[in-house]
């Protein structure tokens, strides 16, 4: 079954320490991973894509095939990055189908 | 208008009642989305449109709902005889085709079933 596990409801840790959100997921094909975003009142989009290897607002995520993982990091959190975060699978063929994970709240304090 | 515009943004209805939530995508945009949230979860799929057609409705929990896109561009999602767990916020989302893998999603329309 394709799933996508967030162990963290809630993850919260003081500006400038390092921050990791765990995505997990379980697929037999050749997955696309996806992290989006929701800031305070505002709607969900994408914040990264892992066939784009790019590194969006000092967040990367690579996905490690051997462990299913696709954990985003980034090495010094900021104020700004207190959102709810979605780790989401796709299939190659249609990658707008998506398989979302809970989510994990990120509270970054002063 | 520039983004994804869904509404209503708020529906209360009673049970058994009927409704219809409407999207209306990015313009050029020809895939269009429709995922449900419920509290404290993540988006769940229901459909997908490539142009006018549903190429994937196997989100779609029961025959209770149904989505069309006449025309390629606005869609409705209608529920029949609405059920208090269909109380959720419904999100659709636009790309500018299948595989580029960035949906832009609308605010969302939040339906409760009292």
């Known amino acids: 079954a394709q799933r996508v596990t967030q162990p963290e409801k809630l993850l919260s840790v003081f500006k400038g320490a390092p921050v990791e959100l765990k995505c997990n997921y379980s697929y037999s094909g050749s997955p696309e991973l996806f992290w989006y975003v929701q800031y305070s009142r505002q709607r969900l989009q994408l914040l990264l894509r892992h066939i784009s290897r790019e590194s969006i607002k000092g967040f990367t995520a690579d996905l490690n095939k051997g462990e299913t993982s696709f954990h985003l990091k980034k090495p010094f959190a900021q104020e700004e990055d207190s959102a709810m975060y979605y780790c989401?699978?796709?299939?190659?063929?249609?990658?707008?189908?998506?398989?979302f994970g809970q989510g994990t709240t990120l509270q970054v304090k002063p | 208008g520039a983004g994804v515009s869904q509404t209503p943004s708020n529906k209360v209805t009673e049970k058994g009642k009927y409704v219809e939530l409407r999207c209306d995508p990015i313009?050029?945009?020809?895939?269009l989305y429709w995922y449900r949230q419920s509290l404290g979860q993540g988006p769940e799929f229901l459909i997908y449109?490539?142009?006018?057609?549903?190429?994937?409705d196997s989100g779609l929990p029961n025959d209770r709902f149904f989505a069309v896109r006449p025309e390629g561009s606005v869609s409705t999602l209608k529920i029949q005889r609405t059920e208090r767990g269909d109380s959720a916020v419904y999100l659709c989302?636009?790309?500018?085709?299948?595989?580029?893998?960035?949906?832009?999603f609308g605010e969302g329309s939040r339906l409760t079933v009292l």
């Open positions: 989401a699978l796709g299939r190659y063929s249609n990658t707008g189908k998506l398989i």
């Open positions: 449109f490539q142009g006018t057609g549903a190429a994937d």
């Open positions: 989302a636009s790309s500018s085709g299948a595989n580029t893998g960035e949906l832009f």
């Open positions: 313009s050029g945009h020809t895939a």
